[in-house]
């Protein structure tokens, strides 16, 4: 193994115990008792041999039967005192790791909901998931192996050490020496031949889980497809690589476990042999054969628990690893510090000579941009695909940063308030409306919660969802199912414009709003949404031009620029105009589909 990848295992060790210590570092008292108390423990244990050795004597003697049942009764006291702050100690562990436990899902939880949009459309939910579960787990662990185990492991090597040298320095050096290079090897091992092997294994198991859930999540596509056996051997090659790299892991760690049994049994005869020669010399009674006999087996058992907590620390900080980096990841789009909350009331938008480019790409699609929409306008954006009309809403609600430039509304940098309150005050319609697994009254009153029930009834007549609601079997405390899938996509839509209306926001963002409504329906709805937008600003994406024309204004993309500007009638009228051209377009093809 390289000094490179030595050095970047320690660098894991390193960030995962680091983090470990900081959520201790939040609970002094607590983590400081229960130490204190593992020593105190562990210390009752290493005396037991030497008393055990002291009763062997007295028996031997004959004539000291008093010194052999106060021997007897301090061997009786430390056991059960040990045993009796074993017990503190473990209640002290529930609770500790319980509460850190809920601390690292909520804080992965928190940051992973304030990651940019770029961060999770490049990542599998089902991995992300993943991730957090599996790290919550590894602490759980990692709690009970430092506290629990190898903290009263150091604590006996150490102290047996100590006692030992005191009979007889020669079995001192030998255990300390011998404890010394079975954990330096352990670890070696652990740190440089397992540890990566398993890294690269639970990133197969993260990519097994993120295959499971994209395929389970996409089921209708799949079942639309027939395509059940592709996705069973898309899954099979995931599963091979998984398999690989776990039965290499695996296999590594049975050859670490072997290496440290020959170890041991090295050790053994150290110490077995050096009494065997002090008792032929004279030099040792069979009472401190006793003892060293006690002291080895006391110590083989901790030796054999140092090197399977070694095996099980380095597998717990690969598992918690990934978390780890997910908690040091940047968010991204950060509030800024000091930020305030922003406060939007006649709703003009100023886009303010704004450059902006997406990640490594060479040229920016907005270079020196701007244009204002005046409150309660409301504008129509149109262009080709790609052309930026959703990246201009986008930097709206700040899902982006720009590189240059400023957007404000009524005045006020959006780079510089909450984004929590920025997007409060902007309500938006996506063309693929996304709910939640909960009921229809939850999903309506997302932007506003505390809606009582009639609010949010009237939300759901406006926008025509009411009628289909009251007929599904429980009404408004129907589950729709992830992410909508109980609904059609035409009561998905008519849901999220019900959570618009109620959400009351001064700022309106529609994305092609009506697309997924039958015809009776879009007509309620295009009625509705007149009465929604007045005193409003609205943004609406057109990808059916037919519904812009009344719009006060429409502004058409090509390329990140504003190309034509203008109303339905102004820009219709221009030769060979973009608007022009996509509207002539798009009535020869309705034409054609009525001749048809």
Not at 281 to 309: E, H, W
Not at 492 to 497: E, G, P
């Amino acid at each position: 193994m390289t000094r490179k990848k030595l050095d970047f295992r320690a660098d894991a060790y390193r960030n995962v115990l680091g983090f470990v210590f900081r959520q201790w570092a939040y609970r002094p008292a607590l983590v400081g008792i229960i130490i204190l108390l593992v020593i105190a423990s562990t210390l009752a244990e290493v005396l037991v041999p030497v008393f055990s050795g002291q009763i062997v004597d007295a028996i031997a003697g004959g004539d000291a039967a008093g010194d052999a049942i106060r021997a007897f009764a301090v061997v009786a006291t430390l056991g059960l005192t040990s045993v009796t702050l074993r017990w503190f100690i473990f209640n002290g562990i529930i609770r500790l790791t319980l509460r850190i436990m809920a601390d690292v899902v909520n804080n992965g939880f928190h940051k992973v909901q304030r990651f940019s949009t770029d961060w999770h459309a490049n990542s599998f939910a089902g991995s992300t998931v993943r991730k957090i579960t599996r790290g919550m787990w590894a602490l759980d662990s990692l709690n009970d192996l430092l506290l629990v185990a190898l903290l009263p492991s150091i604590v006996m090597l150490v102290g047996a050490s100590i006692v030992l040298g005191t009979y007889w320095p020669i079995m001192g050096l030998i255990v300390a020496a011998g404890s010394l290079i079975y954990i330096g090897v352990t670890v070696m091992l652990s740190v440089g031949f397992v540890s990566p092997a398993a890294k690269l294994a639970n990133a197969w198991d993260t990519r097994l889980g993120g295959a499971l859930a994209d395929a389970i999540s996409c089921n209708s596509v799949v079942k639309a497809f027939g395509a059940e056996i592709r996705e069973e051997e898309r899954l099979r090659h995931v599963l091979a690589k998984w398999d690989k790299r776990t039965r290499r892991t695996w296999k590594r760690g049975t050859l670490n476990g072997t290496i440290q049994g020959f170890m041991m049994v090295f050790m053994q005869a150290g110490i077995l042999g050096t009494g065997l020669v002090m008792w032929q010399r004279g030099l040792a009674t069979p009472g401190d054969i006793t003892f060293v006999l006690a002291m080895f087996f006391v110590l083989q058992g901790y030796l054999r628990s140092v090197g399977q907590d070694i095996r099980n620390l380095q597998r717990a900080v690969n598992d918690m690893e990934e978390l780890v980096l997910l908690d040091k990841t940047p968010l991204g789009i950060e509030d800024k510090p000091n930020a305030k909350a922003i406060t939007i009331g006649e709703g003009e938008i100023v886009f303010d000579r704004v450059t902006f480019q997406y990640g490594a790409h060479p040229t920016p699609l907005y270079d020196d941009f701007s244009v204002t929409i005046k409150p309660g306008e409301r504008v129509g954006l149109v262009g080709h695909s790609g052309s930026g009309k959703t990246t201009f809403v986008k930097l709206i609600q700040r899902l982006h940063d720009v590189k240059s430039g400023s957007i404000r509304i009524d005045g006020q940098d959006i780079g510089q308030v909450k984004q929590s309150s920025l997007r409060g005050q902007i309500a938006i319609v996506q063309q693929e409306p996304i709910l939640f697994h909960r009921t229809l009254a939850e999903n309506i009153a997302y932007g506003r919660p505390n809606a009582s029930r009639r609010e949010i009834e009237n939300a759901a007549k406006q926008a025509s969802a009411h009628r289909f609601i009251m007929d599904l079997p429980k009404g408004y405390e129907t589950m729709v199912g992830e992410r909508g899938v109980k609904l059609s996509g035409g009561e998905r839509q008519r849901v999220a414009i019900a959570r618009a209306f109620l959400a009351d926001a001064p700022v309106l963002i529609l994305d092609e709003a009506t697309s997924s409504l039958d015809s009776e329906s879009e007509v309620q709805i295009q009625q509705a949404m007149e009465r929604l937008m007045e005193g409003r600003t609205t943004l609406v994406i057109a990808h059916r031009l037919s519904t812009v024309r009344a719009l006060d204004r429409l502004l058409v993309f090509d390329k990140g620029k504003i190309v034509e500007e203008g109303d339905h009638q102004a820009l219709i009228r221009l030769n060979n105009g973009i608007y022009r051209r996509l509207f002539e377009r798009q009535a020869l093809e309705l034409t054609k589909g009525l001749v048809a």
